[in-house]
């Protein structure tokens, strides 16, 4: 007997406009059609302006700040709920409060496994992700995660760069099993920038092990958030006889001044994806688009098809 599939209907919160319609064009499904109602004092109340009713339900959300994108995804997966879905995944390009997962000190929170824990709780059988700032996040659900992997992305196109002497880099020392997973795909080596940080968002000092010395270095992290280590790290690399550094980060979070800190940073273009909306163009941010990839996911989810086929690199 043929397996049957549920119809799928594709919607997209406010934070992820952009991206999903690119999804869904890629898909080959119009978005559904769901209204954000809003109250004078901040409040807000989505509500799906179709029957849903026995339907295989992908809600498309990054939770970048403001944490309105995570309340606002709360909020969809409860009506979908309500609403009779059968099957409802968060499809979550950018999970936002993934660096707090541990306690790295007395007395926190660890805001990745909350998250987890709420969405949960709102009624997400499943979840579609991409970089996640730990792999092990994946053990804070109990229910299915498709954990995307971006270098299917970016590859190609450093491949397309024809770089002479490449090598890879990690800003730090915890991206070091990111940079070794990159520098497979093109037999480099790898060097490291050991950071050590006075508090959040401020570097202390940081050193480069390794010889970069003529090399064609490509820094390699999942987030871009000040700039700042990034921006440090390339100028050190090129203190030390580089011959270019450019950088590589799944997620655009660029808060604060981290857009004119790349512009006045020695980075020949730091390379992006469009798991966040950029807040603004600049010659040397190149964005590449995720939606392609989301598309077959979500394709490869209904249909029972397998996810790791999605992990082959493709030619740019």
Do not use: W
Not at 5 to 33: C, D, H, W
Not at 126 to 155: E, Y
Not at 277 to 288: A, D, F, G, T, V
């Amino acid at each position: 007997m043929p397996l049957q599939f549920n119809q799928v209907k594709l919607f997209s919160g406010t934070g992820s406009r952009g991206l999903s319609l690119k999804i869904a064009e890629s898909y080959g499904k119009p978005l559904g059609e769901v209204t954000i109602h809003k109250f004078s004092d901040g409040e807000f109340q989505p509500s799906f302006d179709e029957s849903i009713r026995g339907c295989d339900v992908f809600l498309i959300q990054s939770t970048y700040q403001p944490s309105d994108n995570l309340m606002e995804l709360l909020l969809m997966v409860d009506a979908a709920k309500r609403a009779s879905a059968h099957y409802i995944t968060a499809v979550v390009p950018y999970y936002g409060l993934a660096r707090q997962d541990r306690k790295d000190k007395p007395r926190v929170a660890i805001g990745a496994k909350l998250v987890a824990n709420l969405l949960k709780s709102a009624g997400i059988h499943r979840i579609m992700t991409m970089d996640l700032h730990a792999a092990q996040i994946q053990g804070f659900f109990d229910i299915p995660v498709d954990h995307l992997d971006g270098s299917v992305i970016f590859v190609p196109y450093i491949k397309s760069l024809k770089l002479p002497n490449l090598t890879i880099a990690s800003p730090d020392m915890g991206g070091s099993y990111r940079a070794r997973t990159f520098a497979k795909f093109f037999n480099a080596e790898v060097i490291i920038c050991d950071k050590r940080r006075k508090r959040a968002n401020e570097i202390e000092s940081m050193s480069i092990i390794g010889d970069v010395t003529g090399q064609d270095v490509v820094l390699i992290d999942d987030i871009c958030d000040t700039a700042g280590t990034l921006s440090k790290a390339a100028a050190l690399i090129m203190e030390n006889g580089a011959a270019s550094v450019r950088a590589v980060c799944t997620h655009a979070v660029l808060s604060g001044k981290a857009i004119e800190t790349i512009e006045n940073s020695v980075l020949a273009e730091l390379i992006v994806t469009d798991t966040i909306p950029l807040k603004m163009e600049s010659p040397k941010i190149r964005q590449l688009s995720t939606a392609s990839l989301f598309a077959r996911a979500i394709a490869n989810v209904n249909e029972h098809g397998s996810i790791s086929d999605l992990f082959k690199v493709q030619e740019y």
